[in-house]
């Protein structure tokens, strides 16, 4: 029997990241899907339907707390694990972003992209 892979939303407006991070999950075999911005990215979610959302705080146009505002209040996708990944590393940031919802919370320069990768894996296997 098949099973379908696992579907990951990455939003991300660093172009280098969202490239080298997506084809690292493309590549262990997840269907990813990339937004630049976070209305970009909340619209993509709500078509996608993805199984996690990895995300960035400092976005573009809508910033990630009201990302993660808008999915945790949206009936199709409050469910989904969200990751967030960020420069931000405020302790208040940390938790109004756990008190919305967020599943993990990585701080960008402290994580490799392996290390990535098997918090994408853990959280996907709860």
């Not at 172009?15 to 990215?41: I, M």
């Not at 931000?88 to 993990?104: S, W």
Request: aromatic share 8%.
């Amino acid at each position: 029997m098949l099973f379908a892979m696992s579907k990951i939303l990455f939003i991300e407006d660093e172009p280098a990241l969202q490239k080298t991070l997506g084809l690292a999950l493309t590549k262990g075999g997840y269907d990813v899907k990339t937004a630049f911005d976070g209305q970009a990215g909340f619209e993509l979610a709500k078509d996608f339907k993805p199984d996690l959302i990895l995300l960035d705080l400092i976005l573009p146009k809508k910033d990630g707390f009201s990302v993660l505002e808008s999915i945790k209040k949206d009936d199709e996708l409050k469910d989904t694990p969200v990751i967030v990944l960020t420069n931000l590393e405020g302790m208040a940031d940390v938790e109004r972003v756990l008190q919305l919802g967020a599943t993990t919370y990585l701080v960008k320069a402290n994580y490799d992209l392996s290390e990535i990768l098997a918090k994408v894996e853990q959280t996907l296997e709860k």
